[in-house]
């Protein structure tokens, strides 16, 4: 059975730094890949970032790159998202979920999805 947990997220201003962390029991062999998405009020749920377990490929949305970084560690399945610079409106719920490809970034072809983490950024 596939559980995602996400945790990490927090209340920080503008230009603050946050880590989310996501352990991902029973992947192993569910999933190539795994995403980060955040759903920020009322918007559509849309990808941040993404990474292959095997070779650590990365991809990013053009609103996060420079800014974030996805990583992973497999001896624990925990993949991370280290956020620096962080802006308002980068303010959302951050979820992981496993992922077709690290460039995945249709939400709705993601099989498992773990309940997500608040992110909020003050101005």
């Known amino acids: 059975q596939v559980q995602l947990v996400e945790s990490g997220g927090g209340s920080v201003q503008a230009g603050d730094s946050l880590s989310l962390s996501c352990v991902a029991s029973?992947?192993?062999?569910?999933?190539?890949?795994m995403g980060w998405f955040r759903q920020g009020p009322g918007k559509e749920r849309e990808f941040v970032a993404g990474i292959s377990w095997r070779a650590g490929t990365t991809g990013y949305a053009a609103s996060v790159k420079g800014r974030f970084t996805i990583s992973r560690d497999n001896a624990k399945n925990t993949v991370y998202l280290q956020m620096n610079n962080l802006k308002p409106e980068d303010t959302a719920v951050y979820y992981c979920?496993?992922?077709?490809?690290?460039?995945?970034?249709?939400?709705?072809?993601?099989?498992?999805w773990g309940r997500g983490t608040q992110v909020t950024v003050s101005s």
């Open positions: 029973g992947i192993t062999g569910s999933s190539n890949s």
């Open positions: 979920a496993s992922t077709i490809s690290p460039y995945q970034s249709i939400a709705t072809a993601s099989k498992y």
